[in-house]
């Protein structure tokens, strides 16, 4: 069938109508592609145990063969059921963490097939804490392996308007459940080297997973490591996430960062760019005169309602033909440390992963 659009579902996310999860069950099981809302940004889903389901994921993102999927599970013994070896830390995490923003890493099974792990020997597993996510899971009675909805190197979509604008034609069926709670990814723990690591930080932030586990590693320049390895993730190289336009970060205090942000703006303006911001609630009378595009996040040090807006505001600017970005950049605490970390690589700087001891 010659699509032109893929079919987008209304959905309740406090009541999730049976109907469409039926629906997106069947093309589930069936070997076709679902989106669906995940409390942090939408997934791109496939029946994670077809091998050719999961191909399909790759295709329509585009994205290259060596970038293992995140399997999404309805409960702890699915989760089990696909893992190997699991540590004891395992189940701590899970008990405290799951349903929610956090994927561990561990050996994975046989049943998972190598497509979905990119040919590695471990998987990547989460609970989904969103209602649709879970009743999707619940319906299908299938792991399903998801990664952001978005084409490769795009920002992660926080609305299905962001996936159909990214992968509209390549998807059966769309659940639209409105915009997502967190805005930024899951963190990605690695359970299994000796000391557990952060590969991405995300929504579970580092304070929270030390004061359960005790000290974590954050995966260092695991960029350039893994690159030279052939084997680096996408939330682990430069320019991911990215908008159109080049972004430009401010860091430091409030004050400091305005200062610099309008002088810079002001500059950029001077030479003919279409220059946006992003920037506080606080920062607006100074900078709005002098940008073209502008969007407020709200209260400086509001870091999570940042998280929450940031890949929308990018979508938006590119909409609209910025062609430079100057935004904040928050410190490397709580939420701030995954939004900073996407942040340097949609500008193109990280070296280090951001905060690393
Ligand atoms: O919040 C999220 O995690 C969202 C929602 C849909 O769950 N998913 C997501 O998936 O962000 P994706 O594919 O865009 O990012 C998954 C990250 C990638 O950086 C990938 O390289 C890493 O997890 N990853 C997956 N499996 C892995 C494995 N076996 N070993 C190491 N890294 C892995
Ligand atoms: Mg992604």
């Not at 989760?79 to 349903?99: K, M, N, T």
């Not at 607006?284 to 807006?309: C, H, I, M, T, Y």
């Amino acid at each position: 069938m010659d699509k032109t659009t893929s079919r987008v579902a209304k959905i309740n996310p406090s009541f999730p109508q049976r109907h469409w999860l039926q629906k997106a069950a069947t093309i589930l099981r069936t070997g076709g592609l679902v989106a669906f809302p995940t409390e942090t940004v939408y997934g791109l889903g496939a029946d994670a145990l077809n091998p050719s389901a999961v191909e399909k994921i790759f295709r329509a993102k585009q994205r290259p063969g060596w970038d293992p999927l995140i399997v999404h599970v309805r409960d702890l013994a699915m989760a089990e059921s696909l893992a190997q070896d699991v540590p004891a830390i395992f189940r701590q995490l899970a008990s405290q963490f799951w349903p929610g923003p956090l994927t561990l890493i561990v050996k994975k099974d046989a049943r998972v097939p190598d497509a979905v792990t990119a040919g590695r020997p471990n998987v990547a597993l989460r609970i989904p804490r969103h209602p649709v996510a879970a009743a999707l899971l619940t319906e299908a009675n299938l792991p399903i392996a998801a990664p952001s909805a978005n084409q490769f190197g795009r920002p992660s979509p926080t609305r299905a308007t962001h996936v159909v604008a990214d992968l509209g034609t390549h998807v059966d069926l769309i659940l639209d459940a409105g915009p997502t709670q967190l805005g930024v990814e899951s963190t990605v723990l690695d359970l299994t080297q000796s000391l557990p690591a952060i590969l991405r930080p995300g929504g579970v932030t580092r304070e929270q997973l030390e004061a359960l586990i005790g000290p974590v590693a954050l995966a260092p320049s695991v960029a350039d490591e893994l690159a030279k390895q052939g084997l680096a993730g996408p939330g682990m190289t430069q320019q991911h996430y990215a908008p159109h336009g080049r972004v430009e970060l401010f860091d430091g205090d409030r004050q400091a960062v305005t200062d610099q942000l309008s002088a810079r703006a002001a500059e950029l303006r001077q030479r003919g760019h279409c220059v946006a911001a992003i920037v506080s609630d606080e920062m607006l009378p100074a900078v709005a005169p002098v940008v073209e595009l502008v969007s407020n996040f709200g209260a400086w040090g509001d870091w999570e309602k940042f998280a929450q807006r940031l890949f929308a505001a990018f979508r938006v600017f590119d909409a609209q033909g910025a062609v430079v970005i100057l935004c904040v950049l928050p410190p490397a605490t709580g939420i701030g440390l995954a939004v900073r970390d996407r942040l340097q690589r949609a500008a193109g700087n990280l070296t280090e992963p951001t905060g690393a001891k």
